[in-house]
Every structure is written in structure tokens, then in C-alpha cells.
């Protein structure tokens, strides 16, 4: 196995959103896409008064971080779970809110990078697309299960592939004498089943559909949509809520979720704001951020960022006042 490389996107305008949140003793930061730590070790350098809390589904992410972020001592947490599970998390942790919270969605460099996890389509590897391998259904298993009808919807919505349908007649038709087992195998029918005008146009022909099948076996956008408003209930006044997405549904979601939590609930011909409508969260960023041609020629995988983030101005209906008197347990890790 190969050793895995990550350069985080965005990371200096990333810390620069998140450190308004994080200059007080004892702030919480939870990275919660935590990856190979790239994020997070720079807010543990730059931001010497917050503790990290680190949540990644993938148990050898959460290895590699805690070899990477261990000179930082009781400072830093990881948490094995699923992103959409942080109002658990900081329950575990003795927390009833934090000061920031980041998401860096989709695949991780580290999970392309190594073969074996069967993400790339550049590679022949066992089709497996899960970001925690010890659970779940692989993306063999999906196309060698699913109807024709679900396929065309997940390769449809998931990777917008307009071939959806006539790719997944194809994949129901050739596994009724072959399973599918290996990259190879996927790739060798797209490029047999999606016509060669295409094949010229719009990037490697096994792109959207390696998308849509890594989406659906990991049920990103579900877990997305519980994950982003349970981030925005989970941070007090002052704190911030920070995003990267790079496909067009995941930051639709985001921005819906943050217009919401940021709409004037007044009609709109009222001449004054009433005590007690205004908004809890406002908006930090306008519009979504991009990286600039700099940073795409330094890291490609930037050339699709949108880069939101929001934050809290009010209380939340529960308490959620700063405290430099929360520390984290010594040792906790799930």
C-alpha cells in the first residue's frame, strides 16, 4: 500500500473564517471530515487556544491523524463515526456546544490515492468506495444487486450522466453471467456502452459514474442533510459553521440549509425588525468563495471548491453562552 499525500483546499481562507470562533481559552474546533489531519493540524498550530475534535468514518484516516497530530498532546481528539452523529460526539464528550465546526466533503486525496479502496477509476482495484471498510455494502455489491431503475436514478442524480439509463440496462445485463468485482471491470463498460463523441468530451468517461456509486454506497447526501443542521444547532454565539463542497448537490444543500438558518422571518413590507425575529446566524461568506487560478495549479482538486460558512449571533433555544471552563476528557476517544 502506497503512502497517501492530502494538500487541504483553501486552508489559509479555511483558518481565517474559523479563528474568529477559536480565540478564546478552551474553544472547541470539530473537524468533521478529518481526513489525514491537514486542517486540523493547522488549527492546532496557528490557533494555540482551541482543542480539536476529529470525526472520520474511515478507521485508517483516524490512524494516520493521530500519528500526524499526536505532539499535540490532550489538545486533540478522534472520534470514529459518521459526520451526521455530531450532536453524539460532543454529548460524549461532556460538551453542550462548540465553537466551530468545518466539513471538507467527498472523497478524500488519501482515499484516491490508495488503490485497494477501489475509488479510482485510473486504477484496477476490488470495487468496494466505502469510506469505513468494516461496514456496509460495497459498490460490487450495489451493482451487482440494484434494478436498472435505481441504478438509473443513482448515476443520474448522484453523477448527472446522461447515458444513466443505457448504462445501467448494461451493467443489469452483463452481471446475469459476470459480477462485477474490480474497477476494471466498470470501466471497461463505460467505455464500451457511452457513445465515443462523448467519450472525447467532459473528462474520463468513468468519472460521474465512479461519483454516483461512491455517493450512494456511503449515503453522502442523506447523512449531509441531517449533518449540517445538527452543525448549526451544535455551536454558541460567536461560532462558526464552515463548508467546502465540490459537487453541485452537496453545496445546493448548503446553501439552502444556511439560507434558512439565516432568513429574516418578517414579511417584507414591515418597516421594522420586531425584538425577537431577527435571525439567530447570519452569513460570513457572500455567496461561495472559489479558489483562484493559484491555488488550482498548485492543487487541482481545488478547481471545484465552494467554500460557505455561517455564523451564530443569537442563542439557540437551549443555553449556548462561551465558556473557557469546557476541557475535553484526557484520553477520550471512541
Known sequence: MITPSHAPVLLDRVVALLAPALSEPGSVY???????????????????DARVIGIDRDPAA?????????AHGERFTAVHAVYDELPEVIGSLGLDHVDAVFFDLGVSSMQLDVRERGFAYSEDAPLDMRMDPTTGQTAADLLNTATAQELTRILREY???KFASKIAREVVRRRETTPFSTSADLV??????????????GGHPAKRTFQALRMAVNDELAVLRRAIPASIEA??????????????????????????ATRLDVPPD?????????????????????????????NPRAASVRLRAVERVLPA?????????RFLPPGAVR
Not at 235 to 257: N, Q
Open 188 to 201: 471497461e463498460l463505460l467505455y464500451a456502452t457511452i457513445p465515443a463523441p462523448a467519450r472525447r468530451t
Open 30 to 48: 470539530v473537524d468533521c471530515t478529518l481526513g489525514l489531519g491537514g486542517h486540523s493540524e493547522a488549527v492546532l498550530e496557528r490557533l494555540p
Open 62 to 70: 483516524l490512524q494516520m491523524s493521530r500519528e500526524r497530530l499526536a
Open 159 to 161: 453523477g448527472e450522466e
Open 270 to 298: 414591515l418597516p421594522f425588525v420586531p425584538e425577537g425575529a431577527e435571525p439567530a446566524l447570519r452569513l460570513v461568506t457572500r455567496g461561495a468563495e472559489r479558489a483562484d487560478e493559484h491555488e488550482i495549479a498548485e
Open 235 to 260: 455551536i454558541g454565539v460567536g461560532g462558526r459553521v464552515v463548508v467546502e463542497s465540490y459537487h453541485s448537490l452537496e453545496d445546493r444543500l448548503v446553501k439552502r440549509a444556511f439560507a434558512d
Open 317 to 325: 433555544s437551549r443555553p449556548a453562552s462561551r465558556s473557557a471552563s
